[in-house]
């Protein structure tokens, strides 16, 4: 071989060594599939507001449009694990709720609550809410109103079904602690559609919220109005007062209820 064809060849080699054409490999672009995604950063009640025990998907190909969901609400509040000043006709409200997209929610930690909720966690009544979430539909943020009794003191759960859209796939439900001053559970914003995908099945530990409205210290107290009102946070009181700190029990972290989403097939 002539010296000049010696260089030629020893320039190509030299060319498809730094181009990384002799290793063999190769490198492809993956595929993304533009499936739409309803998932929705939520603040919740289920992130640092409440805890999960589990929760379970299913992926669907073809997700279908809408999901039916029963849920099942149980207390855990009993006078031997809140025992301070534990009353006697302890209860939770009827529930009222939505399923709802991201400019849908009833509440949210931190801000303050709206006339409907205030009257909800101050009374038990759902009338006043349950306008606002007329509001809230007329508006195009929800289409499923939840509607359903609450937890006398004599039961230990309720169970119901509700109806969950890809373009409504978020959750919130709410109820009073009663008696208290404005005391209540809920769940805000939690999904039940993402990546393509239906949630099978969750449970959520509850945790008690104050809705900033009234002051009074104790589950029995008289109307002790918050003026100005308070954003809505997880209940912290007096030890001498209930047994609650950041909406737990302050000794034992035991919680006052959990609810159970299961998407019925």
């Known amino acids: 071989m002539s010296t000049a064809n010696t260089s030629l060849c020893a320039l190509i080699l030299f060319t498809l060594t730094a181009c990384g054409g002799g290793d063999g490999g190769e490198t492809t672009q993956a595929n993304v599939s533009n499936n739409t995604s309803n998932e929705t950063n939520t603040e919740t009640s289920t992130t640092d507001t409440n805890t999960d025990a589990s929760t379970n998907t299913t992926t669907n190909e073809q997700a279908e449009d809408t999901a039916t969901y029963q849920l099942t609400f149980t207390r855990t509040w009993e006078a031997d694990n809140f025992a301070t000043n534990f009353p006697a006709n302890s209860h939770f409200s009827p529930l009222v709720g939505l399923t709802h997209n991201a400019d849908g929610f009833i509440f949210k930690s931190d801000l303050p609550a709206s006339a409907g909720m205030i009257s909800m966690a101050e009374t038990g009544s759902k009338s006043q809410l349950k306008d606002e979430i007329s ?13 359903e009794s609450g937890v006398p003191n004599s039961a230990k759960s309720i169970s119901f079904t509700f109806e969950a859209s890809q373009q409504f796939p978020l959750l919130s439900v709410v109820s009073m602690v009663a008696p208290s001053p404005d005391w209540f559970i809920g769940l805000q914003g939690v999904p039940l559609f993402t990546d393509n995908q239906w949630l099978d099945s969750r449970t959520i530990q509850l945790k008690v919220y104050d809705a900033g409205s009234d002051s009074g210290p104790r589950f029995g107290s008289a109307n002790q109005a918050t003026s100005p009102a308070e954003p809505v946070m997880l209940l912290t009181s007096d030890p001498a007062d209930s047994d609650f700190a950041a909406g737990v ?17």
Not at 135 to 147: E, M, R, V, W
């Open 135 to 147: 509001a809230i539909q007329n508006a195009g943020n929800s289409n499923y109103l939840i509607d």
């Open 249 to 265: 029990h302050r000794e034992s972290g035991a919680y006052i209820g959990m609810i159970e989403i299961k998407r019925m097939q």
